[in-house]
């Protein structure tokens, strides 16, 4: 009996997990046809359409539209819109991936000091050239070598002096964070570059204004599925290390390995995402709690879920960046962060009133 009702369990929150999930598509392609067609040039949703099925098929074959419009759907808003769709699914599965690993519902980039080691090494890149002779990938490289490099210290400072908790990786993510943070603004005013420091200012409070087709783009799009893929393919892993060290050690799991993995899979993606976007906070944070209150805390629900709502957040609030000042751009980092400190102020209430 109790096995007929695990399986009748399992298959219902399977089919959950569908609806929502094509539910969100839905809702995203929806907020993507939305994000492309408003701006300072009123693009009608079928015209949308048009302009990018017939780039990626070629039907129509002749343009009822105008020049202007075509390129202002295919080369600036859709690439945008990507962009946005992409760093939003990033962001919140890695959100995912690390409240896993360190047990702690507070846990995100942002909050864990990566985004910080991720905007300092670009910054670098930016402002001093630092390119490691890698080229047009040189933002990538250091963004994405300044996330490991955060995650290792955050994750030796924590593990120093005994027992790795919860506690000690938060407070030295907010340490090493704010370490990051002065090192990055000192580079700002050490450079002597005043259209760098400006561009570097603006670009840390995240902006998808340089969207483009291209190796940035690409890279994004690339990292971010092999990221999802991958954290869904863990899904059991993640759940046994969510439960705990000892729950993952009696089904042959290694924590310490498992950990470390998850360390260079959010670094590499946090830094690939920081150097094509900025340094957007919260969605990390937010999300994933959203995805366990629709379909549950298993993760290979949880992983797709987040993703789809990552996306669909990030594209609705570039909406808002691009629209709400016109014709001045919003940071989209601030908007982020006016959803998300509330809602960590509610996580922070209910964790004081359970240990109450």
């Avoid at 907020?31 to 015209?47: D, K, R, T, W, Y």
């Avoid at 890149?125 to 630092?130: D, K």
């Avoid at 959010?266 to 957007?280: E, F, P």
Wanted: hydrophobic share 55%; aromatic share 4%; proline share 4%.
């Amino acid at each position: 009996m109790t096995e007929t009702t695990d399986a009748l369990g399992l298959a219902a929150g399977r089919r959950r997990t569908l609806w929502w999930c094509a539910g969100l598509v839905l809702a995203l392609a929806a907020a993507a046809v939305l994000g492309i067609g408003v701006g300072s040039v009123p693009i009608a949703p079928g015209e949308v359409l048009q302009v990018i099925t017939r780039h990626a098929v070629g039907w129509p074959a002749r343009l009822g539209w105008s020049p202007a419009v075509d390129a202002i759907v295919w080369e600036v808003r859709l690439p945008r819109v990507l962009l946005g769709a992409c760093v939003g699914a990033g962001l919140a599965v890695c959100g995912v991936a690390l409240q896993a690993m360190v047990r702690n519902v507070l846990a995100e980039p942002y909050v864990l000091g990566v985004n910080s080691g991720a905007s300092c090494g670009a910054a670098a890149a930016i402002l001093f050239g630092v390119g490691l002779g890698l080229g047009e990938h040189a933002l990538q490289a250091t963004a994405f070598l300044g996330a490991l490099a955060a995650s290792v210290l955050v994750y030796g400072v924590a593990r120093s002096g005994g027992r790795l908790t919860s506690l000690k990786l938060l407070l030295s993510g907010v340490a090493v964070g704010y370490a990051l943070n002065a090192l990055t603004s000192f580079l700002v005013f050490a450079s002597g570059n005043a259209e760098g420091s400006r561009s570097v200012m603006f670009w840390l409070l995240g902006s998808l204004s340089l969207a483009g087709w291209g190796t940035p783009l690409a890279a994004v799009v690339v990292v971010v599925l092999v990221v999802v893929a991958a954290l869904t393919t863990l899904g059991r892993r993640l759940d046994a290390l969510a439960i705990g060290d000892e729950t993952a050690d009696s089904l042959g799991i290694s924590p310490d390995r498992l950990r470390a993995g998850l360390l260079l899979l959010v670094s590499l993606c946090v830094g690939v995402l920081v150097a094509a976007s900025g340094s957007i906070g919260f969605v990390g944070l937010v999300v994933p709690h959203l995805a366990r209150r629709c379909v549950g805390a298993r993760h290979v629900r949880t992983v797709p879920v987040a993703a789809l709502m990552g996306a669909l957040l990030l594209v609705l609030a570039d909406l808002v960046a691009r629209t709400v000042l016109q014709p001045q751009e919003l940071p989209i980092g601030i908007l982020t962060a006016l959803l998300g400190a509330p809602f960590l102020l509610v996580l922070v209430r209910r964790a004081r009133s359970g240990a109450a």
